[in-house]
């Protein structure tokens, strides 16, 4: 694995020992680690555009771990969240899922739910990466048909045949024809059902 663009787990925690055996296990399965004993250090410092996890436990001096995550989660840092604490109550673990914890576990940890989460959580952060990645993309694409063009795209979706777009827009088919080449090509669609599948929201969302 790259370690310049493997993922990077930040793990959040006042006590020393714990910092140390849960980056030791952490680190068995291939994930980075960068421990933090200040949450304040952490929220100033640490990398937004990443890849990877939180690990932050619930009570530390000075800040809570809830309050960092309702931080996190106002700064709209989208890296999962993973809550620790060794007294965990309903209300905390309630509190913890509504402001948008990934998942929530009580310490002394359990090595296996640990990994797994956090498997599951970088896991989780790519694909929303990969997501917002292409519809950025898609989006840039969209813009640069033209008004003509976004009309018979509108039309294609709609499941209408050159035919039908022409007598809709009073135009030829083959005026039609030239329409649809250039918005494939400047959407770098392959295909109809790519042409759908990517684009179908923002042609309905269209005016």
């Known amino acids: 694995m790259n370690t310049t663009l493997s993922p990077l787990i930040h793990l959040i925690d006042d006590d020393a020992a714990v910092r140390d055996s849960l980056a030791l296990l952490i680190g068995t399965v291939g994930l980075r680690v960068q421990t933090w004993a200040d949450p304040q250090a952490f929220l100033a410092q640490f990398d937004r555009q990443g890849i990877g996890a939180i690990v932050l436990d619930v009570r530390m001096p000075g800040i809570s771990g809830l309050a960092v995550l309702d931080t996190l989660v106002a700064q709209g840092v989208d890296q999962p969240v993973i809550m620790l604490t060794g007294h965990g109550t309903v209300e905390m673990c309630r509190r913890a899922f509504k402001a948008g914890a990934a998942e929530f576990l009580e310490k002394p940890v359990d090595d296996e739910a640990l990994i797994e989460a956090l498997q599951n959580a970088v896991r989780q952060h790519v694909r929303s990466r990969e997501r917002h990645q292409a519809d950025r993309q898609a989006r840039e694409r969209y813009a640069q ?46 295909s109809l059902a790519q042409l759908i599948r990517s684009y179908a929201t923002l042609a309905d969302a269209a005016p």
Do not use: C, D, M
Request: avoid cysteine; proline fraction near 2%.
């Open 145 to 190: 048909l033209s008004e003509r063009e976004r009309e018979v795209l509108g039309l294609i979706v709609s499941g209408l045949t050159n035919k039908e777009i022409g007598r809709a827009l009073a135009v030829s088919p083959r005026t039609v024809e030239t329409h649809r080449a250039n918005l494939f090509a400047k959407l770098e669609a392959e």
